[in-house]
């Protein structure tokens, strides 16, 4: 199917012309989320860089100062913006103009772009304003019974990494800060006026002003019997530090979570919570690699998988993308939160979902944009001229075709002033409708009010002023919409476990509270939850380590709907499941890993060993078997692009077999048992199927211990980088567009003065390890341009590189919101790089994108496009 895309020519133009602004006014995510020339380079150790003994005097900057002399000694210009020495990161974040010099310097181990991260948006938010009785979350996971056990985290620390903490809220008592409160530290990072770009202004109070820090704090620790709502943290005894890293709108990026991740290990808390993220889908972003280093010293990392589910699959977030880390895919929660309609007629009520009633006194009259309830695209198109005046009526609109906001400018346009939009699929949800008042009813209501409006009937709704009504929500316990979908580029299995995020109902600063969906609300779910195994397994760094495991291996397998004829969701959206914390806890059979790394096929790691051990006290006997998952059909062959979620499915399982599918273990006991795996067969591995599932041991005491596995039927190293389809814009890309946004075509002069310059304009299928621009002589030919799609000739070398102008590191892939994600790169001051001038003269610009797991030194691993050329003359810009 073919992207709802009609932009012309022209509105294009508009849109690149605003473009011009500069690339920070953009969305597009593989370049606009970085700080430019910004590095943090990793350095070896300074018992290493002195172990040659020259006799100078240690100091813990002593790989630092090597470092700067060898730059000094290169003629490298650079800033120091940030220094960190601890056994967790030796490490230094300079301004510079050369990369690729830094990158082969000796005692360089890393160097990794400063990446900015979003603030943590809610996918949808609900402000509460009345009472509603009875917790939810706490059944289907297990903690209502552990904390009927009496354990509540008591004496677990948990770091909450976010936008701060009202700790005077109601729920959060003993309520202050500092020690003898429930909030007993912490420290705000960066100030209100934090935006993510500008320099942070730390002060000893990290006071919420954003709301989700508070929120995401309730979701781990209000306290019992704290609230009219029933709220109860998931470890509502733990105590609790504030490190607030987001001003009170924007971003944050690298250098600031990384500080706060160490002043939170310096706090010795057991536990970190990280709210937060942006796509990637790499591993190696500097926080994640910090993050995982803590995750290895046993403090157990809890990082939201992301909200970009609709993205579809390879888009994981980082800094979630961490290995050890504990990524938290979202759940919807087994209620939700309705308000009602009531009909003149004595039908109904019609339920919506929403906290607030519509604000609408009186009885009100309807009117249905079509007759009929199969409309696709129910008013998409401006509404027909014998349509009247809409103010009077509630406006019945089918959902599909458009998006809610275009539907409702469309009736508005007629004078609309309310709307319920019923549902094409079953369900209830909160729509995205802008300024609009409206509201989702399902499908059935629908039809019955377009059925009465049809007939004549003298049907009125009202809506009565009241508080929302719990009701059993019909996609509770599945995997939420927005729920983001691994794997990440390394093959990791992303996310980790899942836990209710969709719908949960929390603390905001002031003393409210309000309902919120995220992976930013599973994730402190599963801190809370950490905190409890830790004070029911002793608080120690190894009970730490063990965690992710026992999460994983004792989680609930989630179906892709509740049929049980229906195949269990990917792994790649619900990790190994949902959590089960009563079972992590209680569990006498233990495992000694928490999942299984198949690799694509071109690194395919067929066998593994799995350890039991039965920590109970009677002999138990185990039967091993293999529970497949639905295999994600990532790519779409017809457009050699990823599907949008929910990613299709295909039924055809890997096989496994064992060595050994029975066995008994006496108390304390351990076993090993041998897996070996095969891809599903028949799959088309240009639609990289990603395959998954679950090694199961039942043992004859009831326990099912459950291993993910997680492998790919294709090889990464095929993934084409390089959108150079025409499926999101009217034209092939990539392209140069010329000063007033057009496609250039033939050869053009660029004097860069009064926006005279040209941009690039490019979309990615897949992330690149590593992305260049550099201009060639205007008579370089290269034999590949975006017409050949099948790039592996090696023909860069007889083609000289004059000077390099973007040089970028893991860039994650384009999604499908043509609107916004695209890398667009003006090239606005006639210098490259390395800030030296280009001299006038003709060139072209070579685009190159690094395949995944090529070899960079190889030329053939490197996708391409040569541009037309491009003339820099008149320049006036001095270096
Ligand atoms: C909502 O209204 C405000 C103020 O009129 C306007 O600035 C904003 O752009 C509108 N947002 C949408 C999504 O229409
Ligand atoms: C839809 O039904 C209404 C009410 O019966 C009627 O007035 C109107 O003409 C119908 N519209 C069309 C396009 O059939
Ligand atoms: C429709 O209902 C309104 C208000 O209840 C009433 O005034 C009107 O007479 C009714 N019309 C018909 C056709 O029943
Ligand atoms: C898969 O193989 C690639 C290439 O060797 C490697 O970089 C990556 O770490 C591997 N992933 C796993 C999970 O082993
Ligand atoms: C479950 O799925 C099967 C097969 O798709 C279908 O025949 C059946 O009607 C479904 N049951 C329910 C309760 O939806
Ligand atoms: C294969 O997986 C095992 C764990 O089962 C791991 O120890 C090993 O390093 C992996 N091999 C490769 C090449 O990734
Ligand atoms: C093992 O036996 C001891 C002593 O009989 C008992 O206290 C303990 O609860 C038992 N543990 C389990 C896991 O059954
Ligand atoms: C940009 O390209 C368009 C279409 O080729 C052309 O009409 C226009 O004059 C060009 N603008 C500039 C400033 O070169
Ligand atoms: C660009 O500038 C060069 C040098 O001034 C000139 O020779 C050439 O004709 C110009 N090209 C175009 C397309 O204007
Ligand atoms: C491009 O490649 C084709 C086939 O690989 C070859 O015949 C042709 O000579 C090449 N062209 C150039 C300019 O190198």
């Not at 607030?244 to 944050?252: K, M, V």
């Not at 906001?405 to 469309?410: A, G, R």
């Not at 729509?431 to 049809?454: C, H, K, M, R, W």
Request: glycine residues 8%; hydrophobic residues 40%.
């Amino acid at each position: 199917m073919r992207a709802h895309f009609a932009l012309s020519v022209l509105s294009f133009s508009s849109l690149v012309s605003a473009a011009f602004r500069g690339i920070e006014g953009l969305k597009g995510h593989s370049t606009s989320n970085i700080l430019p020339n910004t590095y943090i380079v990793e350095l070896e150790s300074a018992a290493d860089v002195n172990s040659f003994g020259n006799g100078e005097k240690r100091s813990i900057f002593a790989a630092h100062d090597a470092f700067y002399r060898s730059l000094k000694r290169r003629d490298v210009d650079f800033d120091v913006r940030k220094e960190w020495s601890s056994d967790v990161l030796t490490a230094v974040s300079v301004s510079l103009n050369n990369l690729s010099e830094v990158m082969t310097m000796p005692g360089v181990l890393a160097v990794h772009p400063v990446r900015l991260y979003d603030m943590p948006r809610p996918a949808k938010v609900q402000a509460l304003d009345d009472t509603i009785p009875v917790y939810t979350p706490h059944i289907p996971t297990g903690v209502q019974r552990v904390h009927e056990e009496g354990i509540l985290g008591e004496g677990v620390k948990v770091a909450v990494i976010d936008t701060g903490i009202d700790y005077n809220h109601p729920v959060l008592g003993p309520q202050g800060f500092g020690p003898g409160h429930k909030v007993i530290g912490g420290y705000d990072l960066v100030g209100d006026a934090y935006t993510g770009r500008n320099t942070p202004v730390p002060d000893d109070d990290p006071m919420d002003c954003a709301n989700h820090g508070t929120h995401v704090a309730g979701i781990i620790g209000a306290n019992v019997g704290s609230n009219p709502y029933g709220i109860v943290g998931a470890a509502p005894s733990a105590s609790l530090y504030a490190f607030r890293i987001f001003g009170c709108t924007g971003f944050t990026q690298d250098e600031v979570i990384i500080d706060a991740l160490l002043l939170a290990r310096d706090a010795n808390v057991d536990v970190m919570n990280l709210s937060l993220g942006g796509a990637s889908g790499w591993s190696s972003s500097p926080s994640s690699v910090v993050a995982s280093r803590l995750a290895e010293k046993g403090i157990v990392m809890c990082i939201a998988a992301g909200n970009d589910g609709d993205v579809g699959a390879w888009y994981s977030s980082s800094p979630a993308s961490g290995t050890d880390i504990i990524t938290g895919g979202s759940t919807d929660n087994t209620v939700q939160y309705l308000q009602r309609a009531i009909v003149s007629t004595g039908y109904g009520p019609i339920y919506y979902n929403a906290f607030e009633s519509i604000p609408l006194n009186g009885s009100w009259p309807i009117y249905a944009t079509s007759n009929t309830t199969t409309e696709a695209a129910d008013a998409c198109e401006p509404l027909p001229d014998s349509t009247p005046d809409l103010s009077p009526y509630v406006v019945i609109i089918r959902r599909g075709g458009c998006t809610f906001v275009e539907k409702l400018d469309n009736a508005a346009a007629k004078g609309m002033k309310v709307a319920l939009i019923y549902n094409n699929a079953p369900g209830l949800l909160a729509p995205s409708v802008g300024n609009y008042t409206a509201e989702l009813i399902s499908a059935t209501d629908g039809a019955y009010l377009v059925q009465q409006f049809v007939a004549g009937t003298n049907l009125t709704l009202t809506f009565p002023q009241e508080p929302a009504q719990e009701v059993p929500n019909e996609a509770g316990g599945l995997m939420s919409d927005f729920s983001s979908y691994g794997p990440n580029y390394d093959m990791l299995l992303k996310p980790s476990v899942s836990a209710p995020g969709g719908g949960i109902v929390s603390s905001i600063p002031n003393a409210k509270y309000a309902v919120f969906s995220g992976t930013s609300m599973a994730t402190p779910y599963l801190a809370g939850s950490a905190a409890l195994v830790l004070q029911a397994h002793g608080i120690s760094p190894d009970t730490g380590r063990k965690i992710r495991t026992l999460f994983e291996t004792t989680a609930a397998f989630i179906g892709v709907t509740h049929n049980e004829t229906a195949p269990y969701e990917t792994l790649i959206k619900q990790g190994s499941g949902l959590v089960q914390v009563h079972s992590a806890i209680h569990y006498q059979t233990v495992v000694d890993r928490a999942e299984i790394l198949l690799n694509d096929t071109a690194h395919f790691n067929q066998t593994h060993s799995i350890g039991f051990t039965n920590t109970g006290n009677a002999t138990l006997q185990y039967t091993i078997g293999h529970t497949p998952a639905g295999t994600a059909i990532t790519y779409d062959t017809s457009i050699a692009l990823t599907f949008t979620g929910p990613v299709p499915l295909s039924e055809a399982p890997a096989s496994v077999s064992f060595f050994q599918s029975t066995f008994s273990l006496d108390p304390g006991a351990s076993a090993q048992i041998t897996a070996s795996f095969t891809p599903p067969a028949g799959l088309d591995p240009a639609s990289f199927p990603v395959y998954s599932g679950w090694v199961t041991a039942t043992a004859s005491n009831g326990e099912i211990l459950a291993i993910p596995y997680v492998g790919l039927a294709a090889s990464v190293i095929d993934m084409k980088i390089l959108d150079y389809s025409d499926f999101y814009f009217p034209f092939p890309t990539p392209v140069i567009l010329n000063a007033t946004g057009y496609v250039q075509i033939e050869p053009t002069n660029y004097t860069f003065a009064d926006k005279d310059f040209p941009a690039f304009l490019w979309r990615q299928a897949a992330g690149s390890p590593r992305v260049t621009l550099d201009l060639v002589a205007a008579d370089a030919v290269i034999n590949t341009t975006y017409s050949k799609r099948d790039l592996t000739s090696g023909e860069y070398a007889g083609v000289p590189i004059i000077g390099t102008l973007l040089d970028y590191e893991y860039s994650s892939r384009s999604s499908a919101d043509s609107e916004t994600d695209f890398n667009l790169i003006p090239w606005n001051a006639n210098v490259f790089l390395n800030k030296t001038k280009v001299p006038d003269g003709a060139y072209k610009v070579l685009l190159r994108a690094l395949k995944i797991t090529a070899d960079p030194a190889d030329e053939a691993s490197y996708e391409s496009y040569l541009s037309p050329v491009i003339g820099v003359a008149n320049s006036t810009t001095s270096t």
